[in-house]
């Protein structure tokens, strides 16, 4: 399709993992603009050729292609059927199409898109500030978003205050404590299966993990790291959090020995628990951006952040 003839003003491209990100960001935008979600438009994906529309969609039905990009994305049978969907279509027509969103700790785009190609980055922009600038490339493009309707505002907040309400019985449920001790488990298995690629990769690092039902250490550098699970009550995750703390020496871990020196605590980082509009469920840190991971993610920013700051003096 050409000219104004697109089927879809914007289409996301994402890994699994990145997906409530590209569902809060495609709701943002659904009343304002035609969007193509995957994971909302299964019905009219569902019998046909999926490789043969996957490529229509990011190569010609879409005006603009938004790309929430990390590492390993373009590698998943998917995300490499769009990959190389956009790539032959900016062969003919350049990148002015497409928008990379780097979601990765150190921002990074692919090697090949151009360094004058637009990039948003997430930190700084936010969620409504990303949409705003997708929407105004829109209008670049020869899109016309209209103006949301009276209608269109209320289905979009009935969809907002039922989700509220599902996610505050989730959390103060016995089925939301379940879940996410179950995320906790899932939390140190994966731990110990890096850890165990870590120790495999890197002949001078020889890192440790040790765990009770509530609480992680990992140890084999300077300073020692805990992760401690906290909640209260078995039917609410109210006051419940998740603490990453860097200690000076041994963390405190009376389950395992004890301690001749109290070790001092350098610095903490706290996640909470929390339930996405996908159904998905997230562990979502407590600095200003808020940003959310999902189990396995998690435990690959907590052994980056032990292997950034364990040889800090």
């Not at 990303?130 to 907040?157: F, M």
Request: glycine share 6%.
């Amino acid at each position: 399709m050409t000219g104004n003839r697109y089927k879809y003003d914007v289409a996301f491209s994402f890994l699994t993992q990145d997906e409530p990100l590209a569902t809060q960001l495609n709701d943002l935008l659904q009343d304002r603009v035609r969007t193509f979600l995957y994971s909302k438009k299964q019905g009219e994906i569902a019998g046909t050729d999926g490789e043969k529309t996957f490529n229509l969609v990011f190569a010609e039905q879409s005006r603009l292609v938004v790309v929430l990009y990390r590492k390993g994305w373009g590698q998943t049978p998917w995300t490499r059927i769009e990959e190389t969907a956009i790539r032959n279509r900016a062969h003919e027509h350049g990148y002015d199409f497409a928008i990379f969103i780097p979601l990765d700790e150190s921002p990074a785009v692919p090697k090949w898109l151009p360094r004058t190609q637009i990039w948003v980055g997430l930190k700084r922009w936010g969620l409504a500030g990303a949409a705003s600038v997708i929407e105004a490339r829109i209008e670049e493009l020869g899109g016309e978003p209209h103006e949301e309707t009276v209608q269109e505002r209320a289905t979009r907040l009935d969809r907002s205050m039922k989700f509220d309400a599902t996610r505050k019985q989730f959390l103060h449920s016995e089925e939301g404590v379940n879940a996410a001790n179950k995320e906790f488990q899932g939390l140190c298995s994966e731990l110990e299966r890096l850890i165990a690629s870590v120790n495999d990769a890197a002949a001078s690092v020889s890192l440790e993990l040790k765990a009770t039902p509530r609480l992680i250490v990992i140890l084999g550098l300077r300073h020692g790291l805990s992760v401690h699970w906290h909640f209260r009550y078995s039917n609410t995750l109210e006051e419940a959090e998740l603490d990453l703390t860097l200690w000076d020496g041994h963390p405190p871990t009376p389950d395992f020995i004890e301690l001749l020196e109290k070790p001092r605590k350098l610095m903490t980082t706290r996640f909470t628990f929390d339930l996405l509009p996908t159904g998905q469920v997230c562990w979502f840190s407590a600095s200003p951006d808020r940003r959310g991971y999902a189990t396995k993610e998690l435990a690959c920013f907590i052994l980056k952040y032990y292997m950034d700051h364990a040889q800090e003096r």
